[in-house]
C-alpha cells in the first residue's frame, strides 16, 4: 500500500476514530487503527469490540492496500507535521514509513487480518434528525449519566422513539445515576408514521463520542440514526458508528417525576457576579434504583 494524503484530513481522522481505541486491553490489535486504501479514498476504523468508528478521507492512491497503525503512535507523528502532503508506504513485515517534507518515520504495525471484522449492520429503522436539535437533547442529558456504576445500566442513556399524538412522534433522553435525573425531548419533524416506537439504552461512550462528531460542524448534511435489535448507527457523511446496545431494564424514571405541581420558581441563567449554583431537593423521594 502507497498513498499520499493531506495532512490536515489524515489528521482529522485520526482524531475521530481514536476516541474509541482501547488504552488498557488484552488484545494489542485494539489499540491500532486499520487504514484501507481504494477508489481515491482512505478509509479509517477503530473499535473497542462495542462500539466502531470508521470514516473515509480524499486521497491519492498510488497503490491499494490495508494497513494498521498504533493509535498513539500515529497520532503523536502526524500532529507534528507541517501542513502538506504525507506519504504513507506499507513495506514487509507489517513495517510503514511515514513522510512529511524532511520528516521521516518507521514504526512496526499489526497484520491487518487480526483487526476485527465490523459487525453487519441490523439497523432498519432509520430516523434523519435534526444535528441542532440531537447535540441539545445529549448536552442536556449525558452529564446525569453514570460513570463507571456498578448498576451497569446506569452507565447508559435511555433513548425513546414516541407517539406525540396523530402520525407525530417524539425523541426523548433519558439519563440518571440514581441520585439526580435529566430528560430531554425533541419533535419528530418529518413523518414519522412508520417509524414503531422504540425504547432503547446506548452506553455513555458511544453518546460522547457522537455528541463530538456533532460539535465538529461542517457540511456533511443531516445526521441519520438507524436502530436494530442489538445496535444503533448513526451516521453522518462518511462519518459512522455503530455501537451495541445495553441489555437491561432501565429504571422508571417517570415516578421520580414529581406531578401535579403548581410552583414555579424563576432563576436568572446570568446569576450573580460570582456566579450561581444552587440544588432542588424534592422531599419524600428516594434515589432511584
Do not use: C
Not at 13 to 40: C, D, F, W, Y
Not at 144 to 162: P, T
Not at 216 to 221: A, H, L, S, T, V
Not at 229 to 254: C, D, I, W
Amino acid at each position: 500500500m502507497k498513498i499520499k494524503i493531506e495532512r490536515k484530513e489524515l489528521l482529522t481522522g485520526i482524531q475521530r476514530v481514536q476516541g474509541v481505541v482501547e488504552k488498557r486491553n488484552t488484545m494489542p490489535i485494539l489499540s491500532h487503527i486499520l487504514m484501507e486504501a481504494q477508489r481515491e479514498k482512505i478509509a479509517l476504523f477503530a473499535t473497542d469490540l462495542e462500539i466502531g468508528i470508521q470514516g473515509a478521507y480524499p486521497a491519492e492512491i498510488l497503490e491499494p492496500g490495508r494497513l494498521t497503525f498504533s493509535a498513539r503512535k500515529l497520532f503523536e507523528i502526524i500532529r507534528e507535521f507541517p501542513e502538506g502532503k504525507v506519504e504513507i508506504t506499507g513495506e514487509a513485515n507489517n513495517w510503514v514509513t511515514i513522510q512529511s517534507g524532511k520528516s521521516h518515520f518507521r514504526i512496526v504495525g499489526l497484520p491487518p487480518e487480526e483487526f476485527p471484522t465490523p459487525p453487519a449492520s441490523d439497523a432498519e429503522s432509520k430516523l434523519p434528525i435534526d444535528a441542532a436539535a440531537l447535540s441539545d437533547l445529549i448536552r442536556r442529558t449525558l452529564y446525569a449519566s453514570g460513570e463507571n456504576d456498578a448498576r451497569y445500566i446506569l452507565n447508559g442513556v435511555l433513548v425513546q422513539l414516541q407517539e406525540a399524538g396523530g402520525k407525530k412522534k417524539l425523541i426523548r433522553f433519558v439519563a440518571t445515576d440514581g441520585h439526580r435525573l435529566s430528560l430531554a425531548e425533541a419533535p419528530i419533524t418529518i413523518d414519522a408514521g412508520s417509524l414503531p416506537e422504540q425504547n432503547i439504552i446506548v452506553p455513555k461512550k458511544a453518546i460522547l463520542e457522537i455528541k463530538k462528531a456533532l460539535d465538529e460542524g461542517g457540511d456533511d448534511g443531516a445526521p441519520e440514526l438507524a436502530i436494530g435489535k442489538n445496535q444503533l448507527v448513526f451516521r453522518r457523511g462518511a462519518f459512522v458508528l455503530t455501537s451495541r446496545l445495553m441489555e437491561g431494564n432501565y429504571p422508571n424514571y417517570r415516578q421520580v417525576i414529581p406531578t401535579g405541581n403548581d410552583k414555579k420558581v424563576s432563576v436568572s441563567r446570568g446569576g450573580s457576579k460570582g456566579g450561581f449554583a444552587g440544588s432542588l431537593f424534592l422531599p419524600g423521594r428516594r434515589p432511584m434504583r
